[in-house]
């Protein structure tokens, strides 16, 4: 027995909802994590840093305005993560630095760090994050279900004729 067009409709409707295997962390932005809430000078610290390109190289840094300083390099493994441990330099002065790793890809996480004491500093501001209607994921659900809502109707407008 042929399936009916409207079967064919309805088969397609139900594949939207079943979930391809994909890599982890596609398309996720880089993260990098520091375990601490404050960081001193001459002294080693830890540091995660995820979803990088596999296998990739990152180069890590301080800056704090245009002062660049080189902490090292490291390596991601088969997932794009890595952990290592940096060290501030002797000298650096106290105060909120931004903590960068950087792939030559051009993938960037980033993350500020208290260095030496607060002195009543306070981080930078973030930006703010977008819209929750921007999201990609807000954005599939309300496609899925419109056509959902119209192959219902269609299906129903062809039982009242």
Known sequence: MAARPGRLAIIAAMLLFVV?????????????????????????????????????????????????????????DSFGHFETTL????????????????????????TWVLIGSAGGASPPARAAPPPWWLDPSVIVLVVVLVGGALMVGWRLRGRAA
């Open 20 to 76: 391809a295997p994909v890599a982890a962390h596609e398309g996720a932005p880089a993260l990098i994590v520091v375990p601490r809430d404050q960081l001193t000078q001459d002294e080693p610290f830890p540091v995660f840093v995820v979803d990088l390109l596999p296998l990739a190289s990152a180069r890590l840094s301080l800056a704090r305005g245009e002062e660049i300083v080189e902490l090292g390099t490291a390596q991601a």
């Open 87 to 110: 060290t501030v330099p002797a000298g650096y002065p106290d105060g909120y630095a931004e903590l960068i790793a950087e792939s030559p890809d051009g993938t960037r996480a980033a």
